[in-house]
C-alpha cells in the first residue's frame, strides 16, 4: 500500500471523524525437522471512518481504496452515526481538539528477502540444530513478520503515517525423556523486518546452545513444592503480569465495566518498589518494541504512569473515556485492521528496573524458586490470574539447583506486587505480545526481574 493522502477530503468530514486507510501484511514460514510445513503470506487492506454525532458513533469500512469508496464509507458512517444518535437521543459535544502532524516509517533500510533466501537461512539453522543435537526428538525453525502500514486524518486535521514491521525466529526442541515429551521454545528479533534480522544463521548458534542447555536442565527436573512461594520472576514473566493481570484492569473501558481498579485510585496496591507504565514509543531514548507514535484516534501518544511508588495513579483512556474521567488521553486508542474501530489498548507495558542485582535476589532466597518462563495465561479484571511456567529453576540457600518442570503460578496481581520485596536493575523487552481483548493486537512487554511471593503449583 503506497502512502495514502487523505488531506483532500479534510473539508468533507463535517463531524468529528476519524479516516485511516490501512494495510496489514503477515509472513511466515516453518520447518519440522527439516521439512517445510507451512510457508504463507496475506495481506488486509482497506478503509475505515469513524464518525461521533452528539454523543453516538457511527462505523464504516470498504476494502476498495480509491476516492468513491472513501467517500462512500464517510457517507456510511455518517449515516450510521445520525442514526444511532436518533435512537438515543442524547446531546454531547465534540471532543477537545488533539492535533498532530508526524510520519514513522520504520521500513527496513535493506534489500527484502526473497522465499528462496528465507528458506535457505532456515535450512542453515536446521542443520546446525540437527547436526549438533541429534538427540532432538522433535525441532521447529521458523520465522514471522507482521507490518501494519496506515493512514490516519481527522476532522481535527490530525495527520499520521506509520509503518511498523516486527519480525521474529522462532525456534522449538522437544526431547523425551523416560517416554514423555519435554518442550522448550523461544523467540528471536523484535522491532524490524526480517532482512533486519536474519543476516547470517551463525549469530544464532550461541543462542541455540543456551536454549538446548535450558531443555537438557528441564528434562532432568524435578516437581516444584507447592503452595505459596517465595520466587523471582524474570522479566518475561514479570512483564506478562503487568500486562495481563494488571495492564488490563486499569483500561478505563473495564474499569468502567467494573474492573477491581475502579476501587483503587491514588491507593496503595503494589510495595513502593514498584512503578508500572504504559509506554507509548521509546525508553531510555531507545525505540520500544511496538512504537505508538500517535493513535488511531489522532492523538498523540505520551507515556502513562498506571503506579507511581505503589500508588496507583492513572488509567489509561480513549477521548471518550478520557471525557468521563475528566482528564485527557494519551494515546491509548488502536485498532487491528481498517475493518475494527479503536479500542483502548495498551502499547508497551513494563515495571520500572529498581537497584537490586539479579545475583544478589537469588542469594537472598533460603527456598523458592527462579522462574524464568511462560507459555501462555489468562487473567481477569479482579486481577486474579493462572499463569503456565515452563522454565524455572530451585533456589536452595540462595543458589540456584535444579531445573523444575512445567507448572504454573496463580495468585490476585495487586497481591502479589504488594509483597514485592526486590527488583533487579535490568530491563528487557519484548515485542512478540499479541493482546486478545477483542481484537488482536501487537504489544510490547517487559521489564526488570522482581522478587514476590505466588502461588505455585506442584507436589
Not at 503460578?409 to 499479541?434: H, N, Q, R, Y
Request: hydrophobic share 35%; net charge negative; with cysteine.
Amino acid at each position: 500500500m503506497a502512502k495514502e493522502s487523505l488531506k483532500k477530503f479534510l473539508n468533507e468530514l463535517t463531524q468529528y471523524t476519524e479516516l485511516r486507510v490501512q494495510e496489514n501484511r503477515n509472513l511466515s514460514m516453518t520447518f519440522l525437522n527439516g521439512d517445510m510445513v507451512t510457508n504463507s503470506k496475506s495481506s488486509n487492506n482497506g478503509v475505515g471512518a469513524r464518525v461521533y454525532k452528539n454523543g453516538a458513533w457511527g462505523f464504516a469500512s470498504n476494502a476498495d481504496i480509491d476516492d468513491d469508496s472513501v467517500r462512500e464509507v464517510l457517507k456510511a458512517a455518517n449515516n450510521n452515526a445520525a442514526f444511532l444518535n436518533s435512537k438515543m437521543n442524547i446531546s454531547k459535544d465534540f471532543f477537545p481538539k488533539t492535533i498532530g502532524n508526524m510520519e514513522n516509517d520504520f521500513r527496513s533500510k535493506k534489500n527484502s528477502l526473497s522465499q528462496s533466501e528465507i528458506k535457505d537461512f532456515l535450512k542453515e539453522l536446521d542443520q546446525y540444530i540437527a547436526e549438533k543435537y541429534p538427540d532432538l526428538a522433535q525441532r521447529v525453525v521458523g520465522v514471522r513478520e507482521l507490518s501494519m502500514e496506515k493512514t490516519l486524518l481527522t476532522s481535527d486535521n490530525s495527520n499520521f503515517y506509520s509503518f511498523v514491521p516486527s519480525s521474529a525466529v522462532i525456534v522449538q526442541f522437544t526431547i523425551m525423556k523416560d517416554g514423555a515429551p519435554v518442550n522448550i521454545y523461544e523467540l528471536f528479533g523484535g522491532l524490524g523486518q526480517l532482512q533486519d534480522h536474519l543476516s547470517n544463521p551463525s549469530k544464532l548458534y550461541e543462542k541455540i546452545d543456551k536454549l538446548y542447555k535450558l531443555l537438557i536442565d528441564k528434562s532432568e527436573g524435578i516437581n516444584a513444592k507447592g503452595g505459596l512461594r517465595e520466587v523471582i520472576l524474570d522479566s518475561s514473566i514479570s512483564g506478562i503480569l503487568a500486562h495481563e493481570a494488571i495492564g488490563h484492569t486499569t483500561e478505563a473501558d473495564l474499569v468502567l465495566g467494573g474492573s477491581i481498579a475502579a476501587e483503587f485510585m491514588n491507593m496503595n496496591v503494589a510495595s513502593p518498589l514498584v512503578t508500572l507504565i504504559d509506554f507509548a514509543h521509546s525508553y531510555n531514548d531507545k525505540t520500544l518494541p511496538i512504537p505508538i507514535y500517535m493513535d488511531d484516534e489522532g492523538t498523540v501518544s505520551e507515556d502513562v504512569v498506571i503506579i507511581e511508588d505503589g500508588i496507583l495513579r492513572n488509567y489509561m483512556h480513549n477521548k471518550e473515556s478520557a471525557r468521563i474521567f475528566n482528564t485527557v488521553p494519551k494515546g491509548n486508542a488502536r485498532a487491528w485492521q481498517f475493518s475494527d474501530e479503536p479500542l483502548i489498548r495498551m502499547r508497551n507495558t513494563a515495571i520500572l528496573p529498581g537497584k537490586s542485582k539479579l545475583e544478589d535476589m537469588i542469594s537472598s532466597i533460603e527456598d523458592g524458586y527462579y522462574l524464568m518462563k511462560t507459555t501462555n495465561g489468562q487473567a481477569d479484571t479482579t486481577s486474579e490470574f493462572t499463569f503456565a511456567v515452563n522454565m524455572g529453576y530451585e533456589i536452595k540457600n540462595g543458589k540456584l539447583g535444579k531445573a523444575i518442570k512445567d507448572t504454573t503460578i496463580s495468585g490476585i496481581a495487586f497481591d502479589v506486587l504488594k509483597s514485592v520485596t526486590a527488583v533487579s536493575d535490568e530491563m528487557k523487552w519484548s515485542g512478540f505480545g499479541m493482546c486478545g481483548k477483542k481484537q488482536p493486537i501487537p504489544v510490547g512487554m517487559g521489564g526488570p526481574s522482581i522478587k514476590c511471593k505466588v502461588n505455585i503449583g506442584g507436589e
